[in-house]
């Protein structure tokens, strides 16, 4: 067969298997394994550099609205660019509905914002904030039909969360209909508490975000989420876990029998609420929700990595411009922290972070790399095998990693809309020197070399969800 890209002499990595193989590329799919492939119209020496699936990001904010005059530093452009930068080949984003809103309008904004934007493939998650009888009876089920099938509550933020009993409903429709339920955990009426009493001892400053959310506000939202999702009999996902008592929270349910996946993120492996301490409102670039902890909770999740109590390593890339009106500094947050947008930029950093801190320190393999940031997306999210591995028939996407690049980040490699990263002058050793979505080659290095190739991605039901059933 002669194919369109011949990938040779690369280390092929799945999640289970490292071997020496050409890969032959035909009408954007992987078709041949095997050494000695020659016939291509184009042909890319990767001698001395792992081929792995590429990147799946199942946790990214693009432009969300945020209100308050605030607005999100990446729309889908910008985003999907620095997430291809990263080594991603798909990244999947929310779909906010607003409150009184349909989630076929909520779509129709999404795709709108989407249309034509894309350099990587995209799919939303649906965020249900208004569950009525008629989103949950009759829209859901069709929406989940129609491959939208996860979707996310929130247990904290004014005008997003959800009561229990709202939870209960949303988590019952997903077990009628075999969606799969993203969670954000963390107390809001904890949360409500501390803030004024935080106003009443004059704390305003951006350190008293972390102080505001402890430790014992996530655990107790998550025991309680995971409470019921074994009321109603249906597996959830527990996302940006921060901590070891949440962490723990998932390993009891799973010994319970409860079908659980659990995320953690770069910011709490490598950042701590001391960063949110930072002089004058520089903490302010830190401030995301659940917040960093401290030295401990990093080697917690370190250790739920490794030993297998998180699925997914996600990003939850949340971007905002630090030092902007519409951003992180804007009026009302230089004065009170709780005035600062929520969230962090990340779609970039995530696997060169990932790989270099974990990889090449030695603390997980290649393969769990693989597992931890594309196929267990692919699984859970219902793209698997099209996604999220380097097999026969799946789509060619695919990251070419060069283990000896050694770059320093900072924020102009990374091209997001943000105005910094968090992780400024860190060295990483390992880099996504080319990434190819379909077989199309999208960046070269850091740069992208092809635009708008993104397509809208349908999914099926979730890995975990066919195990329950
Ligand atoms: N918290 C979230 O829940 N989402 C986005 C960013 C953040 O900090
Ligand atoms: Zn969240
Ligand atoms: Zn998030």
């Known amino acids: 067969m002669r194919f369109d890209t011949v990938i040779r002499n690369g280390t092929v990595v799945t999640a289970s298997d490292t071997f020496v193989s050409d890969v032959g590329i035909k009408d954007g799919r992987i078709a041949a394994l095997a050494l000695g492939l020659t016939e291509a119209d184009e042909v890319i020496d990767a001698t001395r550099l792992f081929v792995l699936p590429g990147g799946i990001d199942s946790h990214v904010h693009l432009d969300q609205p945020s209100g308050d005059g605030i607005v999100m530093a990446d729309d889908f452009d910008s985003g999907t660019r620095s997430a291809a930068i990263g080594g991603n080949s798909t990244v999947l984003a929310f779909c906010m509905q607003e409150k009184g809103q349909s989630l076929r309008e909520a779509l129709k904004v999404y795709h709108a914002k989407a249309e034509g934007k894309c350099h990587v493939d995209v799919s939303f998650h649906l965020v249900i904030t208004d569950p009525t009888t008629e989103v949950l009876g009759q829209e859901l089920p069709a929406l989940v039909e129609d491959g939208y099938t996860s979707l996310k509550v929130f247990m904290t933020y004014e005008g997003l969360r959800l009561r229990d009993d709202e939870i209960l409903a949303t988590l019952d429709t997903a077990r009628r209909t075999g969606a799969l339920v993203m969670v954000h955990c963390e107390n809001e009426d904890v949360i409500r508490y501390l803030i004024g009493r935080h106003e009443e001892e004059g704390k305003f400053s951006p350190k008293y975000h972390a102080t505001t959310r402890p430790m014992a506000a996530e655990r107790e939202a998550t025991h309680r989420a995971l409470s019921l999702a074994e009321i109603v009999d249906v597996p959830i996902v527990i996302v940006h876990v921060s901590n070891r008592e949440a962490m723990e929270e998932i390993r009891r349910a799973r010994q319970r029998g409860q079908k659980i996946a659990g995320e953690t993120c770069p910011q709490y492996l490598m950042l701590t609420a001391d960063d949110l301490d930072l002089d004058g409102l520089d903490g302010a670039k830190y401030v995301c929700s659940p917040p960093p902890r401290d030295k401990a909770s990093q080697d917690a999740c370190w250790e739920g990595l490794e030993q297998g109590v998180f699925d997914l390593f996600s990003s939850d890339h949340c971007p905002f411009r630090f030092d902007d009106p519409e951003g992180k ?74 283990p000896r690049a050694e770059v320093m980040l900072t924020n102009e490699v990374l091209q997001h809309g943000a105005d910094y990263t968090p992780y400024e002058g860190i060295q990483v050793n390992g880099w996504p020197v080319r990434l190819l979505v379909r077989g199309k080659t999208i960046t070269d290095d850091k740069s992208l070399t092809h635009s708008g190739f993104g397509q809208y991605i349908q999914r099926k039901r979730s890995s975990l969800v066919a195990s329950a059933t």
């Open 329 to 402: 500094l804007n009026e009302k947050g230089k004065r009170h922290f709780r005035w600062i947008p929520n969230g962090i930029p990340g779609v970039a950093t995530r696997l060169p972070i990932l790989f270099s801190e974990g990889v090449m320190k030695g603390r997980i393999d290649i393969n769990r790399f693989v597992a931890l940031t594309s196929t267990n997306h692919a699984k859970l999210y219902g793209m698997y095998p099209q996604k999220g591995t380097i097999a026969i028939g799946a789509d060619a996407d695919i990251a070419l990693w060069d």
